[in-house]
């Protein structure tokens, strides 16, 4: 059992450039989200599911796109990286929104954009 | 607006119990209490979750006040391998897509 895997684990790209960051869940979990994590700063979140084909803008989605194809994958696009993309990404999931409900983390994906 | 309020650091010594507080006047009926923790270059790991009775688990004791305005996350023997951000958090249908809303935490350094 797996958990939550996030691919890749680092990744730096030139600004402009686009990229994909893939989290995948083997626990059947219906809800998905997608946070970043600047220096010395809590989580904020970018984008969420909350089900197979859909998604939902959280608190800071610009420059990002996601798609949710597959219940076990949720993908986090840049379209047009930008050094203010500069920071780690952590994908979460969740069995339910139930408010007693737990989510697992993945390890996170250092993104530096130069 | 933070939903909680808690130190921003706290220091320990190895071996001994950690009381750490969280501030949650404005919690609702039916808010479950959540605590996770971050330790150096990982992501949040769940630590534990309440409604109103206090709960045991391998990892912790969450201990919530009869009013729940506060609650405290206790380790009873602290190792340096607890030393991380502490994340006391609220989790209700007000956060979009009911994430959990993550402020500062309480970043926890246990010396030997």
């Known amino acids: 059992n797996a958990g939550v895997t996030q691919t890749p684990k680092f990744r730096v790209l030139k600004t402009g450039q686009s990229m994909t960051l893939l989290c995948a869940q083997d626990?059947?979990?219906?809800?998905m989200y997608w946070y970043r994590q600047d220096p010395g700063m809590g989580l904020r979140l970018i984008h969420y599911s909350v089900g197979e084909g859909t998604t939902a803008k959280g608190e800071v989605p610009d420059g990002y796109n996601v798609s949710r194809l597959k219940k076990q994958n949720f993908l986090l696009g840049l379209e047009s990286a930008a050094p203010s993309q500069t920071s780690v990404y952590f994908c979460?999931?969740?069995?339910?929104?139930?408010?007693?409900?737990?989510?697992?983390f993945g390890q996170g994906t250092r993104l530096t954009v130069v | 607006d933070a939903k909680t309020t808690q130190p921003n650091s706290m220091e320990s010594n190895e071996e001994e119990p950690v009381h750490l507080p969280c501030n949650h006047s404005t919690i609702s009926g039916t808010d479950y209490i959540h605590w996770y923790r971050q330790l150096p270059s990982q992501g949040p790991e769940y630590v534990i979750h309440?409604?109103?009775s206090n709960v045991n688990n391998r990892m912790a004791s969450l201990a919530i006040a009869e009013d729940r305005k506060s609650s405290t996350l206790i380790l009873h023997r602290a190792t340096l391998r607890d030393a991380a951000v502490y994340y006391c958090?609220?989790?209700?249908?007000?956060?979009?897509?009911?994430?959990?809303?993550f402020g500062k935490g309480t970043s926890l350094l246990v010396t030997p």
């Open positions: 958090i609220l989790r209700d249908r007000s956060t979009a897509g009911y994430a959990l809303n």
């Open positions: 979460a999931s969740s069995y339910s929104g139930q408010s007693g409900t737990e989510a697992f």
């Open positions: 309440g409604l109103t």
């Open positions: 626990m059947n979990h219906e809800y």
